[in-house]
């Protein structure tokens, strides 16, 4: 009998898709992990897991404890499923910017939310600063620090690394991620690096991070702005440090919205906007390498989390972000 224990169970091993429409505008198989088939619908539930774990086994976390995040979302609605499967309390910051559908999802889910302005790191009411104060004030709590613990990016060491490199038999030429936390791109690739050296394991960011200079030429230096939600960054984290990056592409707010109507549209795929900026590097480095090669970047959630902002025609339009498709 193949069943599953809990939700907990049901975290991982999800499908690697072929992205049939871009797979054939390249001549390279563009394959995109499901993460959105996590039972928390996000790539976070695997973080979320092994960030609960860490801590119970190092007896941090006691029965009846509460979880602290700071979190753009994903991450809090991960923990959040978690804690209700475990027992424990669960304690979100999040910064007001965000969709207001991961934030009714947070306290449907029953977690505690408080939102605050969205302020840069080096401010003392970031978020994330904020819910390691929060939590530091706190009886029997922990602080998850996605960011900065590196649990985070061992969950994608021995799970999702693994899994790609099982589904694609060893025949991966490339790995493309967003960072956030760092945490998926950090252990997918170490895991991939160790298996063959020659892989290039290459960083999508979105407009307004610092990461993509960083990369370039050692600086973190951002420039513009972006509508995508939970990547980019203007520091390196923990989970980031000792990564191999063989290089950077960055992809703007245009071509990570055509990119997510064409999933939509020509593949089914029903995704969000950090999908768009995934997917749209992974697109321009098929093209830099050429066709007949394998290149594996990650579904992170689906657009139902993103309804009211970029499916909707009226916001996009305001943004200038319409894509071709939507116009008249």
Request: charged share 20%; with cysteine.
């Amino acid at each position: 009998m193949d069943i599953k224990n809990g939700f907990v169970g049901t975290v991982g091993n999800t499908p690697l898709i072929r992205l049939n429409s871009f797979s054939e505008e390249t001549g390279c198989e563009i394959l995109g992990k499901a993460e959105f088939l996590n039972p928390g619908g996000s790539v976070k539930d695997r973080a979320a897991f092994y960030i609960i774990k860490d801590a119970e086994e190092k007896g941090l976390l006691k029965p009846g404890g509460t979880v602290v995040e700071g979190t753009a979302g994903n991450t809090g609605i991960g923990l959040a499923h978690i804690c209700n499967a475990k027992g424990y309390k669960c304690l979100i910051i999040i910064p007001e910017t965000q969709s207001q559908e991961k934030i009714d999802l947070l306290r449907t889910l029953g977690a505690e939310v408080r939102t605050v302005p969205a302020v840069p790191y080096r401010d003392p009411n970031n978020y994330v600063k904020l819910s390691g104060r929060t939590a530091s004030e706190m009886e029997n709590a922990i602080w998850a620090n996605q960011f900065d613990n590196l649990a985070n990016r061992i969950a994608h060491y021995e799970t999702t690394g693994p899994e790609i490199w099982e589904q694609t038999e060893g025949k991966v030429d490339a790995w493309v991620a967003a960072t956030g936390t760092g945490g998926t791109f950090a252990g997918v690739s170490l895991y991939l690096k160790e298996k063959n050296p020659n892989l290039k394991a290459v960083l999508a960011d979105p407009m307004g991070s610092g990461l993509y200079s960083y990369v370039k030429t050692g600086e973190i230096n951002t420039e513009g702005s972006s509508i995508t939600e939970g990547i980019g960054n203007s520091r390196v984290t923990a989970n980031m440090e000792d990564v191999p990056i063989d290089d950077a592409i960055q992809v703007d707010d245009v071509e990570a919205v055509r990119v997510v109507y064409q999933l939509l549209e020509k593949d089914g795929l029903f995704m969000g906007g950090s999908v768009g900026i995934n997917v749209g590097a992974t697109v321009a480095l098929a093209k830099q390498m050429g066709p007949g090669h394998t290149i594996v970047t990650v579904l992170c959630d689906s657009g139902t989390r993103y309804q009211s902002k970029l499916f909707n025609r009226e916001w996009l339009q305001e943004k200038g972000l319409l894509p071709t498709s939507e116009v008249g």
